[in-house]
């Protein structure tokens, strides 16, 4: 009789760990191969994350928002560029992107880098915020700012009641493009929440995919924005997200991308030209190439 059992004991057994029954290993087979990872697993890499050249640095399951990596996630440091994910969310939270915006003087009023609009010039919103996320101009994110908050403090408190909401406890914002501000500060914890609000907005996600943009100025001239983040250039699967650069916050990257059913997010600050760019892609691959416990 037992012998007549055994056989059925083990398809039984295999069946039921084929269906997703639990083994001592997980819901999965051991060493599951890496290009046929199970859609929307989010479970922590089982290779050991490569060593970051930036001071602050976190990967994050875009799906579920479970942390992978982190170092020195939750210091405060000045973000740059990055912050204008947020500014992004903000303007989408408040009216139509074919809502027009006039450009008035006050919106000229800061450093490169900047498109250099011109006064009485109109643009709809739509056009100013994808200039915004693929070129980063900073003239473009205050004639957003005071055009939705009335001012550059009315569109600073708007972001700081926005990152609250999202749950980002150890950030706040002075203007809407990241330039040196006294009271500025963000973590790389911080972005990783807004670039992951940010990733789920498929129309930010696109502008954020963008390797270069037309963009038409009220004259009718035109010229060509390219995205600055190499990194959509050296990973296919790569779809995004911000750069950012000031003294202050040196090279910080925000990255994002797709790979068998899986999304990440990668952040990183305080870097230098040197190895932002390696240390970025590095941290996509070990998220998305390697097999998960």
């Not at 699967?237 to 000031?246: A, F, H, L, R, W």
């Amino acid at each position: 009789m037992f012998r007549r059992l055994c056989p059925l004991l083990i398809l039984a057994t295999a069946a039921l760990t084929s269906c997703g029954g639990e083994t001592r290993n997980g819901p999965y087979v051991e060493n599951y191969p890496t290009r046929a990872a199970p859609p929307h697993s989010d479970g922590i890499p089982s290779v050991a994350p490569p060593q970051v050249f930036g001071e602050s640095a976190i990967v994050i399951d875009a799906r579920s928002g479970k942390v992978l990596y982190a170092k020195n996630a939750d210091t405060i440091r000045p973000v740059a560029s990055t912050q204008k994910l947020l500014t992004a969310l903000v303007v989408l939270d408040h009216g139509s992107l074919s809502d027009k915006v006039t450009i008035q003087q006050s919106d000229t009023a800061c450093e490169p880098t900047k498109l250099y609009l011109r006064p009485g010039e109109v643009y709809t919103r739509g056009a100013l915020t994808k200039a915004l996320v693929v070129k980063s101009g900073n003239d473009v994110a205050r004639a957003l700012a005071r055009d939705v908050g009335g001012s550059q403090e009315g569109f600073a408190a708007l972001m700081n009641r926005k990152a609250a909401s999202l749950g980002m406890r150890n950030s706040h914002f002075v203007n809407p493009n990241g330039l040196p501000a006294q009271g500025q500060y963000s973590t790389a914890r911080d972005i990783a929440i807004a670039a992951r609000n940010a990733y789920r907005s498929s129309t930010i996600r696109s502008w954020t995919n963008t390797q270069k943009y037309t963009f038409q100025f009220a004259s009718g001239r035109t010229k060509v924005l390219e995205n600055t983040n190499k990194v959509l250039k050296r990973l296919p699967y790569c779809d995004g997200m911000k750069t950012g650069t000031t003294n202050r916050a040196g090279r910080c990257l925000v990255s994002s991308g797709t790979l068998n059913g899986r999304s990440a997010i990668a952040v990183v600050l305080k870097s230098n030209s040197r190895h932002i760019w390696d240390d970025s892609e590095k941290l996509l691959r070990w998220a998305l190439e390697s097999p998960r416990r």
